[in-house]
């Protein structure tokens, strides 16, 4: 079964206002799901909710700023329909290393000015290879509005609308990694056996057991596997998890994610993660590409915890292991909070 995607298939520009109010809060957690996606509207309003209780004219705590002297490459996610995609900046990428942008409302709006001129063109990648370019239409503060709006936020992180002529016939919505300068020349890579879709629905089984899941709790959750080549190893790296059915989420939920590899006695995991913690935290697959051209692919996941916070995590393998090695941003308001 494939990954499903939680970006919602239609991104139009939100109306937000009050919000005190519960029912125009409900309101507009119909609108925001409707707009980004049950799960990154869970983020939004969490953003939200804390940007109407951020003082006036507080600053804020101090924070190693990103540099964009030199423009440094930028990984983004294009998420959204296919007609009319977003970007989303996710991280630099340099010297072997991904890490998080940090900026305030002045850095914000000098790096839509840096990336998101129209015309830019960002180059895009799925299942690690290269998918041709996203081109700029317009960038967070073209117009007469922003794309979208928060409620007493002024350091909103910028979204980006694009097109992407390549975009596969067969997705309705997109869920890609994009650089602002292409990535080195990806290797070519056999095909992946239909038979290692099984291996992989086994090995999560297996691993899922062995975290707590019986046999029962697994025929009550929705199973979703995937194989692909990501140079870690000779083989393919399987990647399965256990989730609730209708992506239910709260504190409550069962759920198992792993990655697994080809070792000396077989396949076995690589990395795991329950939702064990008194706030669960939920992983699912987006894609994989070689970020840092060591010749093994990272692979991105979406992160998010129970009625909260919404992220990117990247994976690295190293030393026979899948790590984190960097996580986007949680908020899409970067104000400092009232204390």
Known sequence: MAYQNRMHHTLRQPRFSDLTSPARHRAWARELRAIFGGVAAASIL?????????????????????????????????????????LLPVATIGHGRITPITLDAE????????????????????????????????GMWDGDQPLYKLPGCRALRPLAAATLAAAPADVVTLEMMGTSDPLPPLPSRDDVPAALTDSAREVTARIAGREGLSATD???????????NTGATGRPTLVGSYSERG????????????????????????????AKDSVPEFRRLI?????????????????????????????????GRWHETARGGTSWCADAPKR
């Open 107 to 138: 850095g914000w709006r000098k790096f839509d000015d840096l990336y998101f001129k129209a015309g830019a063109q960002m180059a895009i990648y799925r299942h690690g290879t290269s998918l041709g370019n996203a081109v700029v239409r317009r």
């Open 218 to 228: 697994r025929a009550d959750l929705e199973l979703t596997v995937s194989a692909f």
């Open 247 to 274: 992506g239910g989420g709260g504190a409550s939920a069962r759920h198992v994610f792993m990655l697994a590899d080809s070792t000396a006695n077989g396949y076995d995991a690589t990395f795991v993660h329950t």
């Open 46 to 86: 969490t953003a939200a909710v804390g940007c109407d209780k951020r003082a006036e004219g507080e600053a804020p705590p101090v924070k190693q700023q990103t540099s964009l002297a030199g423009r440094p490459t930028v990984l983004f996610l294009l998420f959204g329909d296919h007609n009319d995609p977003r």
């Open 287 to 319: 894609d994989h590409v070689d970020l840092t051209g060591d010749g093994v692919d990272e692979i991105v996941l979406e992160g998010w915890r129970a009625g909260g916070d919404t992220y990117l995590v990247i994976m690295k393998y190293d030393a």
